[in-house]
């Protein structure tokens, strides 16, 4: 079965094993869901057949979460497209950071705020420096999704 765009899952070894492709690197890969993720893995059903999303992708209250991210395939390792995604207004987006820390946008007033409030933050942890980045976006009026691992 194929389920998100290079992930295929060859075999179920159990309730919470896959043996997958990474049809990016050819490579397989036994991935493990971990047990912090099981119930809300459970919920949504395991690994489901199509879609072009991966579904050891789970929303979380914080945002979102690979289930399987000790075990991940090796593109997923050495590909994070989006860590997170702001939006203005709802649902427009505003920009994304991709990479560690690089903000990708072509709106002039999140450019600004980034340079004068977030460019300069000495936070080293990514965990303590996504949430500051959250909260202060949200204060600017911004909503954000977290990609968190
Ligand atoms: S990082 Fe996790 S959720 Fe993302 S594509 Fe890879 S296995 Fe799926």
Not at 29 to 52: I, Q, W
Not at 100 to 127: A, C
């Amino acid at each position: 079965m194929v389920s998100g765009r290079h992930i295929r899952i060859e075999r179920k070894l159990g309730e919470r094993d896959y043996y997958c492709r990474d049809l990016v690197s050819g490579n397989l890969a036994v991935t493990h869901v971990e047990s912090p993720y099981l119930p809300v893995f459970r919920e949504k059903g395991g690994y489901l057949e199509g879609d072009d999303q991966c579904h050891f992708l789970i929303r979380t209250t914080d945002g979102y979460a690979c289930v399987v991210y000790n075990s991940r395939p090796v593109s997923c390792r050495e590909f994070k497209c989006c860590r997170m995604r702001i939006y203005r207004g709802g649902k427009n987006l505003a920009g994304t950071i991709k990479g560690r820390r690089s903000l990708s946008t072509t709106d002039p007033d999140l450019e600004k705020f980034w340079n004068d409030r977030i460019r300069l933050l000495r936070i080293d942890e990514d965990g303590q420096w996504d949430m500051k980045v959250k909260t202060l976006l949200e204060d600017a009026g911004y909503n954000v999704e977290l990609y968190t691992s």
